[in-house]
């Protein structure tokens, strides 16, 4: 339904119209005011889009580098060990970042991992090596799908969709995972 009309009729189906617009805020059948931040709904709804494939993609890389930390074994485990345990930390607070700017957007963020399998660009790969040099490559190959995927998506922001908000937090992202992947690509040289 139309936004304007839907205020109409939820006014006019108030038997008793209340005095105040504070007082109208305060109750829970009234409209909530949609976000105005200089972005029309529809883009900004877009963006929201973009950020939960970016979550997705974070979370599912997220479970992966715990799973790395977890199971990595050789004579480098306790060194990659707690390499993957920052790095799954650091992927637990990107993964709240985007959800929150998926918020500050007025939007819904993804929270199921039903949600985040079906909308994330990476392979969950159950059947990844244990051998640490295969784990580390296989992390690599993902930052570097991530930076690719993200180099694209802040564009689009944007270009786009006028967000460019989201195209700088974007891009604090890519670079966050280029220096992850720089790290992660120096122990297979
Ligand atoms: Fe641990």
């Known amino acids: 339904m139309d936004k304007a009309l839907h205020q109409m009729t ?52 997220y479970t992966k580098s715990r799973r790395c930390h977890w199971n990595v074994q050789g004579p480098d485990f306790s060194e990659l060990h707690e390499l993957f345990q920052k790095q799954y930390e650091q992927l637990g607070q990107i993964v709240d970042d985007v959800a929150e700017r998926a918020r ?32 580390i490559a296989a992390l690599l190959a993902d930052h ?26 974007l891009t604090g992202l890519m670079q966050a995972h280029e220096k992850t992947a720089w790290m992660l690509r120096a122990y297979l040289r």
């Open 10 to 61: 939820s006014v006019d189906s108030q038997p008793h119209p209340r005095p105040s617009v504070a007082a109208e805020s305060s109750s829970s059948h009234m409209p909530i005011a949609p976000a105005e931040i200089g972005i029309p709904e529809k883009q900004r709804q877009a963006v929201v889009a973009i950020l939960n494939t970016v979550l997705a993609d974070e979370f599912v890389l």
């Open 104 to 135: 500050a957007l007025d939007g819904v963020a993804a929270g199921s991992l039903e949600e985040y399998l079906r909308l994330t660009r990476l392979n969950e790969e159950p059947t990844m090596s244990y051998d640490a040099r295969g784990m």
């Open 144 to 169: 570097e799908r991530l930076i690719r995927s993200l180099r694209q998506d802040l564009r689009i922001c944007s270009d786009q969709h006028g967000d460019e908000g989201t195209m700088d937090f």
